[in-house]
């Protein structure tokens, strides 16, 4: 018996065997070519006839084959199975080309000197070998830093107010926060730029555009807290609760370690809605060409200010300035959401 | 070589079938006792083996003490006039039905019954002389001293074993000097100290289920409770680490009232000294009989009781 073992190779007996793909390959084949033909003999011209063609030549050909193969319940199956497969392109087709384009323009000309210098000596349309996005880099770092600072814990105590406290007011609070995550980008910068700027008379600075960004982050941290605090099996909170521990304690000790790299996510997803923003900052930071390193006064720069300016400037220097901004935030923000993602997951949630 | 392991399958297989289903076996067997009075594994024999091993349980000295206990879910009657006795050093068993209120009688026991919010209660629950549902009660010393294990083993997945056990003593703020002899001699109470000695800073998700089950138990111990209640802790456990739950309540029952709602009650009749049988006609649950183990099993005064415990219905 065990020699039988032995002898035993591991198989794959589902996996399709090469007669069976054949009527799919050809089944591709006649797809292309279909299409290669009826756009040849047909009005339909340029990139997009030819995708639409084939998308419905690709439709018509699977459905037909499993049709005629098969039954009309896989005819179905086999149709949903390439609409999704449609779709599923649809999302990586744009990201992957905007990444594309994003390095193919931003990654040239890449220097060390731009993390030192800024653009207060050197005009726009000058050589990319002068210059730099130091104030870009410092001004996003102030702005993300204080709004991640003030919106993390308002966002945690929110989901923690409708989760775990359960208060009156838990059904409103939570409607709000949907709504305000429904909420234009300028006009979170509107509301600072007359509240704290016009009516309290304070002027361009950075905290102004960290009060903007906060006021958009919020509803992102808290909707994200509150889905993954929703997640942790209402066990733990009795179990802490039965070993004499107050609420508090228990959602200290208990609910907010176990659910902490979610809700790094959580503040992840926050900077991401808000690292990007252009509109509040325009009307908050005022924009500046050279390194500010007062947070509290004075015009500031970020890097999508950074890349708006130089794009309306327009000229080839200029434009790929913006592609450069563009890509070193890019890569910054990758970094750093990788560095969160490890140092969340080091400790805890190991099951 | 096959052959051999053949004919030897079928012995085994059968023998394990005995430990899994051991308690629909035992349903068989004590319906047959009437004709067959020499049936060694009823339940009536387990119920008076155990207490002619325990010797008379300490009556008398009542820790905790139900009194009219009432309990709604909204608008919807659930339990109705429980009046319970827990003796001091005694383990009290709840059977009954799925559905017959044990569960809420013994969180209401710790005051967990208040956190579903339609809850409601009438009734007392006497703990040392007072009321724990008196208005100014601080709740959490409550639960502190009646701890509580629950059907699901649910350790604390972001704390290590050692964090585990000791966590009670950390949530509920009380500072300790001897921490480490704490946590030898819960683990080693709750069973569990041989097999996690070396690998107390693992997570406690590491362990297998009645590992955690018994990590669950150690961690209730910690805090040093003079009455532990316990939810179906076996359900979810295989028979092995059952018994090993098991025995880790008769060793803790010697220190410590101990009440365990149960749906086995081969369980009950082996580790009980009382046993309470909850009943719900599709109304409130009621206390149809509470008594000694032996005489729950071997001689009940209720035809209900009878038929439970004999496995004609529920």
Redesign the interface.
């Known amino acids: 018996m065990s020699q039988t073992v032995l002898m035993m190779k591991p198989q794959r007996p589902w996996k399709l065997t090469p007669k069976q793909i054949l009527p799919d390959a050809i089944g591709a084949l006649f797809t292309v070519a279909t299409t290669l033909l009826l756009v040849a003999i047909t009005p339909l011209k340029g990139k997009l006839g030819f995708a639409l063609v084939l998308i419905a030549m690709a439709i018509t050909t699977v459905t037909a084959i499993s049709w005629i193969r098969r039954d009309r319940k896989a005819a179905m199956n086999s149709t949903t199975t390439v609409l999704v497969y449609i779709a599923a392109s649809f999302v990586i087709i744009p990201l992957a080309s905007v990444l594309y384009e994003i390095v193919r323009l931003g990654a040239n000309a890449l220097s060390f000197g731009m993390f030192t210098a800024d653009m207060s000596l050197t005009a726009s349309d000058s050589p990319l070998n002068e210059g730099g996005l130091l104030h870009a880099l410092i001004g996003t770092a102030y702005v993300v830093i204080f709004a991640t600072i003030l919106s993390t814990p308002i966002g945690v105590l929110t989901a923690l107010y409708i989760v775990e406290v359960k208060g009156r007011f838990a059904g409103v609070v939570r409607f709000f926060v949907q709504a305000m995550s429904g909420v234009p980008s300028i006009v979170a910068g509107l509301f600072i730029f007359a509240v704290w700027m016009v009516q309290l008379g304070n002027a361009y600075s950075a905290v102004a555009g960290a009060f903007a960004l906060t006021v958009l982050m919020i509803p992102t941290v808290a909707r994200t807290s509150e889905e993954v605090l929703k997640l942790i099996p209402g066990d733990l909170r009795e179990a802490g609760l039965a070993l004499g521990a107050t609420q508090w304690r228990t959602v200290a000790m208990v609910i907010i370690p176990a659910a902490k790299s979610g809700l790094i996510t959580a503040v992840i997803l926050g900077i991401a809605r808000v690292v990007g923003e252009t509109a509040p900052l325009l009307l908050t930071i005022g924009g500046a060409d050279a390194v500010n390193l007062n947070p509290l006064e004075g015009n500031m720069s970020a890097f999508p200010y950074h890349v708006w300016k130089n794009l309306l400037i327009g000229s080839e220097n200029a434009i790929s300035r913006a592609w450069q901004g563009v890509f070193v935030l890019m890569v910054i923000v990758l970094i750093f959401f990788a560095l969160a993602r490890y140092f969340g997951a080091v400790k805890g949630n190991k099951k | 070589?096959?052959n051999q392991?053949d004919s030897q399958n079928p012995n085994n297989r059968k023998a394990d079938m005995s430990q899994v289903t051991g308690k629909q076996e035992s349903g068989t067997t004590s319906r047959t006792q009437a004709a067959n009075p020499v049936a060694t594994h009823s339940l009536s024999d387990v119920a008076n083996a155990r207490s002619a091993k325990q010797g008379q349980p300490i009556v008398g000295a009542t820790g905790l003490e139900a009194r009219n206990i009432h309990a709604w879910f909204g608008s919807k009657h659930v339990l109705e006039d429980i009046s319970m006795d827990f003796f001091s050093g005694t383990v009290t068993a709840l059977i009954g039905p799925s559905g017959c209120g044990k569960s809420t009688f013994i969180r209401i026991l710790?005051r967990?019954h208040e956190?579903i919010?339609t809850a409601a209660l009438a009734g007392q629950v006497i703990l040392d002389g007072k009321d724990v549902y008196e208005p100014g009660v601080d709740v959490?010393?409550?639960?502190?001293r009646v701890?509580?294990v629950?059907q699901?083993p649910?350790p604390?997945?972001?704390?290590t074993i050692k964090e585990n056990v000791l966590?009670?003593l950390?949530?509920?703020?009380i500072k300790i000097s001897n921490a480490d002899e704490l946590l030898e001699s819960c683990l080693k109470r709750a069973g569990l100290w041989n097999e996690v000695k070396d690998r107390l800073d693992e997570?406690g998700?590491?362990l297998s289920g009645g590992q955690q089950q018994r990590l669950?138990i150690a961690?209730?111990l910690a805090?040093n409770p003079q009455v532990l209640l316990m939810d179906e802790p076996c359900s979810a456990l295989d028979p092995g680490s059952t018994l090993r739950i098991e025995e880790t309540i008769r060793e803790l029952s010697s220190s410590m009232s101990i009440v365990i709602v149960t749906h086995n009650m081969q369980q009950a009749a082996r580790v009980s000294d009382f046993t309470g049988f909850f009943l719900s006609d599709g109304g409130p649950g009621r206390l149809i009989e509470c008594s000694t183990t032996s005489e729950i099993f071997t001689n009940p005064k209720e035809k209900q009781t009878e038929d439970y415990v004999s496995g004609r219905f529920g």
């Not at chain 2, 604390?156 to 704390?159: H, N, R, T, V």
């Not at chain 2, 950390?170 to 703020?173: E, I, N, P, S």
């Open positions: 070589m096959s392991e710790n967990m956190f919010p959490t010393k409550i639960r502190l701890g509580m629950f699901k649910n604390f997945p972001s704390m966590s009670g950390r949530l509920a703020q997570y998700g590491a669950c961690r209730s805090v």
